[in-house]
């Protein structure tokens, strides 16, 4: 099996040793570069097209909310900070992120997180999510969409906010995972969202009713 190839992104040398250190006992990670700040990380990035940008937020040169915007075209991004405030969270996730996780997280929970944004699932704690519910005031770009979700769209979109992949979605919904995949498409395209962890975000926090379409 291929490993995560993974790119390390922040301004201070013993977070990525430490980093190094971890990761590269995992039998299914290899960490191919490191950068200190955004404008190195772009260049790497560009160089080596690694699975996974592991990102600080504050650094000199570039700051890791200008650099994913960049980063995400090449690769999936999970910012890596100290940061707990709210807006840190929503701000990274609407750029693109598809994870965010604390720098103090334990080791196993950081790892979890890496193979999660690996699969294509995204990451964000449950703590995290709830905070953006409740603090967040001001509301995504795209509401509503003027082409709604189908119900089974729907029903998707409420699996994929309770963190189910899509294997274990097709498997409630009886389906085939590509029907599912399509699904998943199509919701992305008709919200204007960029990952998986946005979907999550938005079913989370609006009002679905308004976005059903019946199929007949």
Do not use: C
Not at 51 to 79: E, H, N, R
Not at 92 to 107: E, F, N, R, T
Not at 120 to 136: Q, R, T, V, Y
């Amino acid at each position: 099996m291929p490993k995560i190839r993974i790119l390390i992104v922040d301004d201070q040398p013993l977070v990525r040793e430490g980093l190094i250190s971890i990761l590269s006992t995992q039998e299914d990670m290899e960490v191919i570069g490191q950068a200190e700040d955004g404008l190195r990380a772009v260049e790497l990035t560009g160089q080596f097209r690694p699975d996974i940008v592991l990102l600080d937020l504050v650094m000199p040169k570039q700051d890791g909310l200008t650099s994913i915007p960049i980063l995400k075209q090449v690769s999936q991004i999970l910012v890596l900070t100290g940061f707990h405030e709210t807006e840190h969270v929503y701000r990274s996730i609407k750029a693109g992120a598809q994870g965010y996780i604390l720098k103090d997280a334990p080791y196993e929970k950081i790892l979890h997180a890496i193979r999660e944004v690996a699969s294509g699932e995204g990451f964000i704690s449950p703590s995290d999510a709830i905070k953006l519910i409740h603090e967040i005031d001001h509301p995504t770009q795209v509401l509503y969409t003027s082409d709604p979700l189908t119900t089974r769209e729907l029903e998707t979109l409420k699996l994929i906010a309770r963190g189910l992949s899509n294997q274990e979605i097709a498997a409630k919904l009886f389906v085939h995972e590509r029907t599912i995949a399509k699904y998943v498409s199509s919701i992305l395209n008709k919200l204007h969202l960029a990952n998986r962890t946005q979907v999550a975000l938005y079913a989370l926090r609006k009002g679905l009713s308004s976005l059903v379409e019946e199929e007949e």
